[in-house]
């Protein structure tokens, strides 16, 4: 699917450090389509392996992509709270919560910018 297509034209391994800057962005900007498309919403009792949901397959390459770089973090983290607004409460905690609560106990809350406070 396209999902898969971007990763792949827009992976980062060999590149350059613009290359790199550029195919995160491309991949950033790609994400915020797929979001505000709609395309990555849950259906209400969806039932389906995590890795096979868009939805979580975004979410998880917006999560990478806010820990590259400082300028893609803000845009991340926006992206991010649109994505999981598209998933319905029981899913939401059953797919995302557990990784986003160990990732929130990996980093000390001091360190947290506000945008990573505001998604926790």
């Known amino acids: 699917g396209f999902f898969t297509d971007l990763l792949a034209t827009l992976d980062v391994r060999g590149c350059t450090q613009q290359e790199e800057k550029e195919c995160n962005i491309g ?3 790609g994400c ?3 979001v505000q498309s709609g395309r ?17 397959r975004v979410v998880s390459e917006l999560r990478r992509l806010s820990t590259k770089k400082s300028y893609l973090q803000l845009a991340c983290h926006h992206a991010l709270k ?3 607004s598209l998933v319905p409460a029981p899913l ?3 797919h995302h ?3 986003l609560q160990e ?3 990996a980093q000390p809350l001091r360190s947290m910018s506000a945008e990573a406070l505001d998604l926790y």
């Open 27 to 29: 991949r950033l900007f």
């Open 32 to 34: 915020m389509a797929i």
């Open 40 to 56: 990555c919403s849950v259906p209400e009792g969806w039932v389906g392996d995590k890795d096979e949901s868009l939805n979580f």
């Open 97 to 99: 919560l557990p990784s």
């Open 82 to 84: 649109q994505a999981l």
């Open 92 to 94: 939401f905690a059953q």
């Open 103 to 105: 990732s929130f106990k």
